[in-house]
């Protein structure tokens, strides 16, 4: 046995003591999704009205007709010619009013084997002028001769954007001895585990909606979903630095000219918080002296012209990239929920996994957007 000199206190005989251990054991909140806590990990069941199951998920979408394109005449279109080339005259009907410049024409044919029109006059609203081989042609009206025959314009055909699934699985294994053990705040071992396991994997999702690759896959490949990026083609704005309040400005600008209403800016909070610092500096904000906090509030919401966004922090979405989306035409897609399933027994272990299977779904492109080349 040990000998002491009295007296006796904690430092010098620490063989007896008990250990103080917590019975709950504390983990990060796992409201670490925030995408998918907005939108839902299978919201896009309602949003979209899908009624059926599959791996491959295809969503319809139609437009209207367009209303803009360009000359491809190859040469100056003259002040007196009354037919030129488009690049696509299927889309003019007779009778349509355009505006080239500053001069409105009326359409009288449209040729789509050639991609050539024809124009009643080139003194319709009393004015004529050149125009470039490639300027902007605008529809802007209709004018049709009276008793005239039916003349058959453009039919826009239904496009189906689509989706894979991806597969999202962790397995979990623990020996009988660890089942039977007595643990601070763990009644059962394994379920545990698979508790912990799904918040996991929805991280994972979480990241995949900004990093996925759609790819169909094959036996000996995965099938995977793709991300934001699989959809988000047609607006699109280089930041070419750190974030400034005009580029969220200019990229609300084109979707909105596209038709869209977003009403969500998803980004990084690294970036947030530069986009945050620009309140604080900012010439136009007064703070007097009687003041007692330092700062201004955080940013909730974000208000362009065209309209307000409510802004979603998200640590795993990249720095270089903030993303404009509209809540009502995007979400995820659940084919398998997520679900703890026991393996066949072998050994003196218990063998488990949990697995699910998930995509993300967008509809109408330019209802979105994205700032690209962000720093920070």
């Not at 601070?184 to 996925?212: M, S």
């Amino acid at each position: 046995m040990t000998i002491y000199d009295q007296p006796k206190t904690t430092y010098s005989d620490a063989t007896a003591q008990a250990r103080v251990i917590s019975d709950v054991i504390q983990m990060i909140d796992p409201r670490d999704t925030p995408l998918l806590s907005r939108i839902g990990l299978d919201g896009a069941r309602n949003k979209f009205n899908i009624r059926l199951n599959g791996y491959k998920i295809e969503l319809l979408e139609d437009e209207l007709d367009p209303l803009e394109t360009t000359a491809n005449n190859g040469t100056t279109i003259g002040a007196a010619n009354t037919s030129f080339t488009v690049t696509d005259a299927s889309v003019f009907q007779d009778g349509h009013v355009i505006l080239i410049d500053a001069e409105y024409m009326v359409v009288k044919s449209a040729n789509t084997q050639t991609n050539q029109i024809e124009v009643y006059s080139r003194s319709y609203d009393g004015t004529n002028a050149t125009h470039a081989a490639d300027a902007a042609i605008q529809i802007v009206g209709m004018a049709r001769l009276e008793g005239d025959d039916a003349d058959f314009g453009p039919i826009m055909d239904i496009s189906a954007p689509y989706n894979y699934t991806s597969i999202f699985q962790k397995a979990v294994q623990v020996s009988g001895a660890e089942i039977s053990n007595s643990q601070y705040g763990i009644e059962d071992e394994f379920l545990y585990q698979a508790n912990k396991a799904v918040p996991h994997l929805l991280r994972l999702v979480e990241r995949a909606a900004f990093h996925g690759v759609r790819s169909a896959g094959s036996a000996a490949a995965p099938r995977s979903m793709g991300g934001l990026g699989a959809f988000i083609t047609d607006n699109t704005l280089d930041a070419g630095g750190a974030i400034v309040k005009a580029a969220v400005d200019l990229l609300m600008e084109e979707i909105t000219m596209d038709g869209g209403f977003p009403d969500l800016l998803v980004m990084n909070p690294r970036v947030a918080n530069d986009l945050r610092s620009l309140l604080d500096n900012s010439s136009f904000v007064r703070v007097t002296q009687d003041e007692s906090k330092l700062g201004l509030k955080a940013i909730e919401r974000v208000i362009t012209q065209y309209g307000e966004l409510e802004l979603v922090m998200d640590r795993w979405c990249p720095t270089h990239t903030a993303y404009v989306l509209e809540s009502g035409k995007v979400g995820f897609y659940l084919l398998r929920g997520f679900e703890v399933k026991e393996l066949a027994r072998s050994g003196d272990s218990l063998k488990g996994e949990v697995v699910g299977e998930v995509s993300l779904l967008l509809a109408s492109d330019k209802a979105h957007g994205k700032i690209t080349g962000i720093t920070t």
